[in-house]
C-alpha cells in the first residue's frame, strides 16, 4: 500500500465538528464570535514573534533596507513616476536603477505618512502572523492531520524567521502560499479561478522580484505534469493546461515599469557571483543556527518525500521538492520560499504514514487516542471569527507607545550619534556601513546622499569591491575616499579603516560612542 496519496483531493479529516462546537457555531452570530482554533493560532503567532519575543517590534527594523525603500516610496507619491536613476548615492548619481518594488514601496511611505514607524511594522507584524495560518489551513486543506500540519508548520516558522522584516520580500512568502494552493486546486479538480494567477503575476512584479517562483513553479508543474501524463496518472491536458499557464504568467510579468529590462536585471542579479561572495543572505547556509537546523530537517524529510513521490510517478511534487531545496541549499534566502511551497506537501506524505500506524494499533491506544483528538480539531482550524480583527484593534489602542519604535534599533544604528550630529552628516559625503547608509538615507533624504547603501544590485562589484577594500583598510584606500571625495567617515571601531584614520594627519575625530566613530577631513571646520 502506497504512503503517498495518488490524488490531490482535500481529504475528509476532521469534517464533523463536536456537538457543542457545532451549536455554537450554527448560527450566523455565533460563528462570527466563537473564536476559531486559526484566530487563536494568529493570535499565538502575533504574541509570540512581537509582543512576547526579545526584540519586539524593533526586531523588524533590524535591516536598514526599509529606510530606503520608504524613501523611494515617497519619491514616487510627490513625483507621481517610478524612478529610474539613482535618487541616494554620490558614486553613481544618474546612474540607472530598477526600484522593482516600487509598489510595495508606495505602501510602505503611505504607511509611515500616516502613522509613522509603528504602521510600518505592525502591517508586517499581520503579514507575517497570518502567513504560518495560511499554510497550516492549506496542509489541512490538502487533507493533512492537525498533528503533522503543525509539526511541518511551526519548524517551518523558524526556518522562514531569517525573512521576518519589514520588508517587501514578506508579500513573497504570502503569494507563494496562495499560488501553490492554487494551483493544487487545480490539480485536484481543474478550475476558472486558476487564471487568476495572471492578474496575481503582474501584482507580484510590481510588489518584489521573486515573482519569478510563480513562474517557476508553474513550469515545474507542467513539466511535471508531461512526466504524469507519459506515466499514466495524468491527462495531457494537463500538460498543456499549465504549459499554458506558465507562458501567460510569464507574458504577465512583463507588465511593470522597467518591462522585459526587470527580468533581465533579475538574471543578472541572481547569476552574480559577487553578491553571492559579499551578500549574507546570498550565501549557502552554515546549518549552525536553530532556524538553519530546522530548515535542514525538513529539507531531509524533504527528500525522502520526493524520492517516495517520484516512485509513485507524482513528479509534480517531487520536482517542486527537489528543485526549491536546491535553490534554498544555494542561497539561503531562498530557504522561506522552500517552506512556503513544501511545507503542505510534507504534511500530507506525513499523514499517510500517522493512517498506516494508527491503523496498525488498537481503538483505545494511545495513538488512537491522539488521533482522534487531532481529528475532531481538524474543523476548528478551518474558520475564522472576528476574533482577529477585535484583538489587532484592542492591541493597537490598548499598547503603550513604548512598545512602538519611534526610530531604527540604537544597537544596530548609529541613531544618537546621528541625532547629535545631524548637520554634519546630511550635509556630506558620507562613507559608512551599508545598513548605516540605509538608516541615514531614511534620515536625512533628500538632502543625504552616501557612498553605498544596502542595494547591492544597483552597486554591484565596481563600486561594491571599492567600498570592501577602503573599509578593509587596503593600500588604495586614500585614493578611494579622494576619488569621491569622501568628507565624513562614519564607522564602526572594528572596521580596519576606523585603526588607519585615527593614526592619520588627514582625518580627526569628532565622536567615539564605542560602537561608531565619526571622522572628517582635517581640513574640514
Known amino acids: 500500500m502506497s504512503t503517498i496519496p495518488q490524488t ?67 519619491y514616487i507619491l510627490d513625483h507621481g513616476s517610478v524612478p529610474r536613476v539613482d535618487l541616494f548615492s554620490f558614486t553613481k548619481p544618474g546612474a540607472q536603477w530598477y526600484a522593482w518594488e516600487w509598489l510595495s514601496d508606495v505602501a510602505l511611505a503611505l504607511l509611515h505618512r500616516a502613522f509613522g514607524l509603528k504602521g510600518v511594522v505592525f502591517a508586517a507584524g499581520v503579514i507575517i502572523a497570518a502567513w504560518p495560518v495560511l499554510l497550516l489551513r492549506q ?27 519589514a520588508r517587501p520580500h514578506i508579500l513573497t512568502l504570502a503569494f507563494a502560499t496562495i499560488s501553490v494552493w492554487m494551483i493544487e486546486s487545480d490539480l485536484a479538480k481543474p478550475r476558472w479561478s486558476v487564471w487568476l494567477l495572471v492578474p496575481l503575476t503582474v501584482l507580484w512584479a510590481n510588489t518584489h522580484g521573486a515573482f519569478v517562483v510563480l513562474i517557476l513553479l508553474l513550469g515545474l508543474t507542467a513539466i511535471g505534469a508531461v512526466a504524469e501524463a507519459w506515466g499514466g496518472v495524468r491527462s495531457w491536458g ?50 549552525r543556527s536553530e532556524s538553519q537546523l530546522q530548515f535542514e530537517a525538513l529539507l531531509i524529510i524533504g527528500v525522502a518525500v520526493a524520492a517516495i513521490l ?102 544596530n544604528f548609529p541613531t544618537r550619534m546621528a541625532q547629535r550630529y545631524s548637520d554634519l552628516i546630511s550635509r556630506s559625503r558620507v562613507l559608512t556601513v551599508d545598513q548605516w547608509g540605509d538608516y541615514l538615507i531614511y534620515r536625512f533624504y533628500p538632502r543625504q546622499r552616501v557612498f553605498a547603501d544596502g542595494r547591492s544590485d544597483f552597486y554591484g562589484p565596481e563600486i561594491g569591491g571599492e567600498y570592501i577594500r577602503a573599509v578593509e583598510g587596503d593600500y588604495r584606500w586614500r585614493d578611494t575616499l579622494n576619488r569621491y571625495a569622501v568628507e565624513v567617515v562614519l564607522a564602526p571601531p572594528t572596521w580596519a579603516l576606523s585603526t588607519i584614520l585615527k593614526s592619520d594627519g588627514g582625518w580627526r575625530v569628532v565622536a567615539d560612542d564605542g560602537s561608531a566613530v565619526l571622522f572628517v577631513r582635517a581640513a574640514r571646520r
Open 8 to 74: 490531490l483531493e482535500p481529504g475528509p479529516l476532521g469534517a464533523t465538528p463536536p456537538d457543542a462546537l457545532s451549536r455554537a457555531t450554527s448560527h450566523p452570530i455565533g460563528r462570527w464570535l466563537t473564536p476559531s482554533l486559526s484566530d487563536l493560532l494568529f493570535i499565538a503567532f502575533f504574541v509570540w514573534l512581537f509582543v512576547a519575543g526579545g526584540d519586539g517590534w524593533r526586531g523588524l527594523l533590524l535591516d536598514g533596507d526599509t529606510g530606503w525603500h520608504i524613501r523611494t516610496g515617497e
Open 139 to 165: 496542509a489541512l486543506w490538502r487533507g493533512s492531520h492537525p498533528w503533522l500540519a503543525l509539526a511541518v508548520t511551526l519548524p517551518g516558522i523558524g526556518a522562514a524567521s531569517i525573512h521576518f522584516l
Open 238 to 287: 494537463a500538460a498543456v493546461r499549465y504549459s499554458v499557464l506558465t507562458v501567460a504568467c510569464g507574458s504577465a510579468s512583463i507588465l511593470n515599469p522597467y518591462g522585459l529590462r526587470l527580468h533581465e536585471h533579475i538574471a543578472g542579479y541572481l547569476r552574480s557571483d559577487w553578491i553571492r561572495n559579499v551578500v549574507q543572505e546570498f550565501r549557502a547556509p552554515d546549518f
Open 310 to 411: 517520484a516512485s509513485r510517478k507524482r513528479f509534480v511534487h517531487a520536482l517542486w521538492i527537489l528543485v526549491f531545496g536546491h535553490l534554498a541549499l544555494t542561497s539561503l534566502r531562498h530557504a522561506p520560499v522552500y517552506i512556503a511551497v513544501v511545507a503542505p506537501v510534507l504534511a500530507q506524505a506525513g499523514t499517510e504514514l500517522w493512517r498506516s500506524a494508527v491503523s496498525r494499533s488498537g481503538p483505545n491506544s494511545a495513538a488512537a487516542i491522539l488521533d482522534r483528538i487531532g481529528l475532531d480539531s481538524a474543523h476548528a482550524y478551518r474558520r475564522t471569527s472576528l476574533w482577529i480583527p477585535l484583538f489587532l484593534a484592542g492591541y493597537l489602542l490598548l499598547a503603550s507607545a513604548a512598545v512602538w519604535p519611534q526610530d531604527f534599533p540604537a544597537l
